[in-house]
């Protein structure tokens, strides 16, 4: 893997640069964007809602094949797989992923269309740019004949959306045979040139339920009511100071409880989502909310018990549905640096940013990692209205693609 200071990295892409080979891919990727925009069009039409990514996952691998990658196949998560292997043995490995789930149910009419250079359709940008441009690379990579320095796995991975909880980059992480070996991993995720992420946002994620005997509003008035319980915690936790660096949030995105106007519910329950760059203050948020809610009923259980004969106390379960770890690159970090001359040498003004995204579990298990756009431009994400546009995505495969290779050949 490469090693070098910013000065010999600057160098070194400058070398390749020139290579004979690396113009041919770069020849490649500019006389086939009609066709990258085809195979990306071909992509999005195949549905991978959450935990449904298999037909799309085969597709993929069908594309791997072609592209001519070694040890093809499906693993047993439901990655698509594919090695580009070097001519000799290697002690690292590097990846290069995109997730290919969207958050779009398995019934929504998928109808791409195509006008001049975008393309419309849900998953268009988010991720169909990430996976087509893991495609581009292969074939530009087979076309110029390019051999690494080190086998190069590249991986269309499920679960990165929503309740997905990152389970496809994970698995490779905990049972992948070659897991030991990843010296470097580049993620490809949505659009753009510029932006890098570095810092991995980590999120915990709690469904919280109360519940109770229930009973009618006028004559089992008194009994404890778990939608008020549950807000009297919300409330508390709204008073949490969370100002300050490093920035941190709690947040409330859904209540569900009740079955009628007239009824004292039987159950309440909201979901919860923490974030931070700091594993610290994710772990001084979950406590602050198992207090909150721990608090909430016992306060109302104790007024119950003094008022009543009877046994009418709330139950609760705070249930973790979601876990992405924090990480951050270090700012010395071979692959920041050859990043950075990547950027230099095609006049790209280097953007680190926060995100969550696949990169969170190499990064926080002190793997080189970095989450970058495929190039061009995309918009609506996450709407039946997305949309890709490919104008200007060649200078995004172009620089994935000299960083690929940089961290590759080292």
């Known amino acids: 893997m490469a090693s070098t200071a910013p000065v010999s990295a600057f160098a070194r892409i400058a070398q390749l640069a020139a290579d004979r080979r690396v113009h041919q891919a770069f020849q490649w990727l500019h006389l086939q964007e009609r066709q990258i925009l085809r195979w990306q069009t071909e992509l999005v ?10 037909p799309r996952a085969e597709w993929v691998c069908e594309r791997f094949r072609e592209h001519g990658l070694s040890d093809v196949a499906l693993d047993a998560m439901g990655n698509a797989i594919g090695v580009l292997k070097a001519p ?14 969207t958050v779009f149910p398995a019934d929504m009419p998928i109808e791409p269309r195509v006008e001049d250079t975008r393309l419309y359709a849900p998953g268009a940008c988010d991720n169909g740019a990430g996976v087509v441009c893991l495609l581009a690379l292969a074939a530009a990579i087979q076309q110029a004949g390019i051999v690494p320095g080190c086998n190069v796995v590249f991986a269309g991975n499920v679960g990165e959306e929503g309740e997905g909880d990152l389970r496809g980059i994970r698995y490779i992480y905990d049972h992948a045979e070659w897991r030991d070996r990843i010296g470097a991993h580049i993620v490809l995720d949505g659009a753009g040139h510029e932006v890098a992420v570095t810092d991995a946002l980590g999120s915990q994620r709690y469904l919280v339920t109360l519940r109770g005997p229930g009973g009618h509003s006028w ?12 807000s009297q915690a919300i409330a508390k936790l709204a008073e949490l100071d969370l100002e300050g660096s490093p920035r941190t949030t709690l947040n409330v995105g859904t209540i569900d409880g009740g079955t009628a106007i007239n009824a004292i519910p039987e159950q309440a329950s909201a979901r919860f989502d923490l974030r931070s760059t700091d594993p610290e203050q994710l772990i001084r948020l979950e406590v602050e909310l198992h207090r909150a809610i721990e608090d909430a009923v016992i306060a109302v259980n104790q007024t119950v018990a003094s008022s009543s004969r009877r046994k009418h106390a709330l139950e609760f379960s705070i249930e973790k549905i979601g876990s992405r770890p924090a990480g951050r690159l270090a700012p010395d970090a071979p692959l920041l640096d050859v990043l950075r001359a990547v950027d230099r040498h095609l006049s790209i003004r280097t953007e680190l940013r926060v995100a969550s995204t696949d990169a969170n579990i190499p990064l926080s298990r002190g793997v080189s990692a970095v989450s970058l756009g495929a190039g061009g431009e995309g918009g609506g994400i996450h709407t039946r209205g997305e949309w890709y546009d490919a104008k200007g995505r060649e200078l995004g495969l172009r620089r994935v693609l000299l960083l690929l290779l940089a961290m590759a050949t080292g």
């Open 45 to 54: 039409a195949v549905a991978a809602p959450p935990f449904g990514e298999r």
């Open 88 to 101: 000799q043995p290697c002690e690292e490995w590097l990846i290069l992923s995109a997730h290919i789930d």
């Open 219 to 230: 004559t089992d008035a008194g009994r404890p009511n778990p939608i008020v319980t549950l």
